[in-house]
């Protein structure tokens, strides 16, 4: 389990891909937005200061967590794009809905990982609280915006050495 005291986000910039030759898609939930706002906003920081051209990261927004999957797909099908990063927040409630929520939206995005053979950075928050979530978007526990990001590069530099 995490500590309040451990940033998780933390990397070592030398061991990011240069991606200036990268073209990355993000789909972003609207639900949730005052978290996954931070989380596009630490996305964003993470490939820019990898190199990545503005011009070469589109984003998309959807409704929420369970159209993730599909608007992956949407920009997983153009060949211009070599990766994609996939952004939302589900919070527990009083209902199995979370459950259903967290696992289609989890099995979606392998889909379209699998499917189109493109990296697509899982970062879907399914915390017990707002708080958790707010502490995973930017506080204390870092930003898992720039966790998928990273991987994202990573993954596309890897396919390229394959």
Same mark, same amino acid.
């Given at each position: =389990?995490? /500590? +309040? ?6 990397? #070592?910039? $030398? ?21 996954? +706002? ?6 964003? @920081? ?10 070469? *990261? ?5 409704? &929420?967590?369970? @159209? ?10 153009? $060949?211009?794009? $070599?990766?994609?990063?996939? *952004?939302?927040?589900? *919070?527990? &409630?009083?209902?199995?809905?979370? #459950?259903?929520?967290? +696992? ?8 379209? /990982? ?6 697509? &950075?899982?970062?879907?928050?399914? $915390?017990?609280? @707002? ?10 526990? %870092?930003?898992? %915006? ?8 990573? =993954? *596309? ?6």
């Amino acid at each position: =389990m995490a /500590t +309040s005291l451990k940033n998780l986000s933390a990397f #070592d910039q $030398d061991t990011i891909p240069n991606g200036a030759d990268f073209s990355i898609g993000i789909v972003v939930s609207e639900w949730n937005g005052h978290i996954t +706002s931070k989380l596009l906003e630490g996305a964003m @920081e993470t490939l820019l200061n990898a190199g990545v051209n503005q011009s070469n *990261i589109h984003v998309k927004q959807v409704p &929420g967590a369970f @159209e993730l999957p599909l608007g992956a797909q949407w920009l997983a099908q153009n $060949d211009q794009i $070599d990766g994609v990063i996939a *952004i939302g927040v589900v *919070i527990q &409630g009083e209902t199995r809905h979370f #459950d259903f929520v967290c +696992s289609g939206t989890t099995q979606g995005i392998v889909d379209v /990982t699998l499917k189109y053979n493109k990296p697509v &950075g899982f970062c879907l928050l399914t $915390d017990n609280t @707002e708080q958790q979530s707010i502490d995973r978007a930017g506080g204390k526990h %870092g930003n898992k %915006g720039v966790e998928a990001a990273v991987t994202v590069l990573r =993954m *596309i530099e890897l396919k390229k050495n394959f």
